[in-house]
């Protein structure tokens, strides 16, 4: 995928996230639900807040869900989350004791199976929730905590029903839980439509609607990404592209290689696959995977 090195715009957006931070800082959760069309920019709003949380000394989590077929991975994003805190230098289980083994255990974070059966069929979900809350509770005590699931669109029905439980009972906690949803991909889903609903109406959530860029950003994209499409024919891109910058960018590297000219740069150097840096090729498969079950994807 092609990328661009700057953030272009979004600094409304931006301000709101930091406000939402400011605000978990102080002890009051909240939840910013960025949302947008396919490739109009949630993840890399996601991505450049997670870089200044992280550079403020905010403990950052990222859980992604996936589109899986027949099934569900029960609280996906949550077990990414959690084997990212428990591989964090300053273990949990100081912090969290026991709570914290049982979360380990339930959701496979890490290490032997002990047995216990999986929350869905056995423990308690209540008592599962709980244990995320008080993890949470006590990890903040040490460090504000930002939890950021991508593409909640995709959750599985365990995982939106944590979250809202989370967005309900959190209130004091040091948390802020950024989600992005692609919502055109909710037409399709009234259950998860309905959790999403539910998220975006409890108290403290805080709604990010991302719109299409204006044709001076596009320019300012096309002249700061590294496909370096000559100037001259930014302005067809800018009709094509209709605000989007996934398909500004990927309209611009086509006609950038059709054009025969020296192979592309990427941000890691001449000859370097073309994808973004920041997620690797896990990102160009969800793409390819979504074009294969039929669902919108921006033309190239
Ligand atoms: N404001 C921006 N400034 C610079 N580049 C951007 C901006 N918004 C998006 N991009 C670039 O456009 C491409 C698509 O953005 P991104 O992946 O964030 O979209 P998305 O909304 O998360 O899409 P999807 O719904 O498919 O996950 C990426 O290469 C990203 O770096
Ligand atoms: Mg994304």
């Given at each position: 995928?092609?990328?661009?090195?700057?953030?272009?715009?979004?600094?409304r957006e931006l301000q709101?996230?930091?406000?939402?931070?400011?605000?978990?800082?102080?002890?009051?959760?909240?939840?910013?639900?960025?949302?947008g069309e396919s490739g109009i920019g949630k993840s890399r709003l996601a991505e450049t807040l997670i870089e200044q949380a992280r550079r403020s000394g905010v403990l950052v989590a990222l859980g992604h869900c996936t589109p899986v077929s027949g099934g569900e991975?029960?609280?996906?994003?949550?077990?990414?989350?959690?084997?990212?805190?428990?591989?964090?230098?300053?273990?949990?289980?100081?912090?969290?004791?026991?709570?914290?083994?049982?979360?380990?255990?339930?959701?496979?974070?890490?290490?032997?199976?002990s047995g216990v059966a999986s929350p869905d069929v056995g423990l308690g979900r209540s008592r599962l929730f709980t244990s995320v809350?008080?993890?949470?509770?006590?990890?903040?005590?040490?460090?504000?905590?930002?939890?950021?699931?991508?593409?909640?669109?995709?959750?599985?029905s365990s995982s939106l029903d944590l979250l809202n439980f989370l967005a309900r009972t959190a209130g004091q906690e040091r948390l802020l839980i950024v989600l992005t949803c692609r919502d055109d991909a909710l037409a399709r889903d009234p259950h998860t439509r309905r959790a999403i609903g539910n998220l975006s109406r409890a108290d403290v959530s805080r709604?990010?609607?991302?719109?299409?860029?204006?044709?001076?950003q596009v320019r300012q994209?096309?002249?700061?990404?590294?496909v370096q499409l000559p100037a001259t024919q930014h302005n067809k891109v800018i009709d094509l592209?209709?605000?989007?910058?996934?398909?500004?960018?990927?309209?611009?590297?086509?006609?950038?290689?059709?054009?025969?000219?020296?192979?592309?740069?990427?941000?890691?150097?001449?000859?370097?696959?073309?994808?973004?840096?920041?997620?690797?090729?896990?990102?160009?498969?969800?793409?390819?995977?979504?074009?294969?079950?039929?669902?919108?994807?921006?033309p190239h």
């Open positions: 995928m092609e990328s661009a090195r700057l953030l272009i715009a979004r600094q709101v996230l930091d406000a939402c931070l400011t605000s978990a800082r102080s002890g009051q959760a909240t939840v910013a639900l960025i949302r991975l029960p609280f996906g994003p949550f077990v990414e989350m959690l084997s990212q805190i428990a591989a964090a230098p300053d273990s949990p289980e100081e912090v969290a004791g026991t709570t914290w083994e049982l979360l380990r255990t339930v959701l496979t974070v890490s290490g032997p199976s809350l008080w993890v949470l509770h006590h990890l903040g005590e040490r460090q504000p905590v930002m939890a950021v699931v991508e593409d909640i669109h995709w959750a599985d709604d990010i609607h991302l719109k299409p860029l204006t044709a001076n994209l096309l002249a700061t990404s590294d592209c209709d605000g989007n910058p996934f398909i500004a960018l990927e309209l611009a590297g086509t006609r950038r290689r059709a054009a025969g000219r020296r192979p592309i740069r990427t941000a890691r150097g001449r000859g370097a696959r073309a994808v973004h840096p920041a997620r690797g090729p896990g990102e160009l498969h969800r793409k390819h995977g979504r074009q294969q079950r039929g669902e919108p994807s921006p």
